[in-house]
């Protein structure tokens, strides 16, 4: 059983690495402190292993920690090419489908209290829809045209990125953003758009 030791470990690192990636705009939103110590952990978790699994392959010919080599190299794969932002976003535009229509609605009727600088404060039961745990920002709110947001990702400055509700798609949202520079957009659904966005310079 000892063989399979850092097998083992390195399929645990990949789980663990996958949840940790999934839910990185999360950790980073709320839990910004203990968030920095966590890539260099899993980090030096990765080193260990790959040295230990060439060392047992060279010294010891445990070629069974091939296997090892072979998860690490998945989950390098997975680091570099796995969309997790977007893959999250797209599985949330599905699940949160009728809360997020239930808050814009909220917006839409002034029920809900307005934050600082264009954000809207979720309520209690709706927190999970945004990554702050906390606002939906509003840039448009006027008739029948809106354009209000749930963050992705909260950028400082720029770098931003949301789950946008548009009553008038891209055109709309464009005229209506001001001074954030649109690099992305995906259509999610019918008036509903994942957008990465800059602030202009």
Known sequence: MTKYVLPILSAMLLLVTFVVAWYDDVLF????????????IL??????????????????????????LGILLLLVLMVLLFPFRFAKARLESILFEKDRMKVVEMIMNDETTQGYGGNYNLPVGYRRLSSDGRQAYVYWNDGDEQVIGFWVFRGMLSGSVQVIYSTGGEELMRSRMGTHELSRIDKLKENWYYVEMDMDD
């Not at 060439?54 to 296997?67: D, T």
């Open 43 to 68: 980090l030096g978790w990765f080193i260990a292993l790959l040295v230990a699994s060439i060392v047992f392959i060279i010294k010891e010919k445990q070629y069974v920690n091939f296997i090892s």
């Open 29 to 40: 939103s709320r839990f910004w402190v203990l968030h920095l110590p966590i890539y260099p």
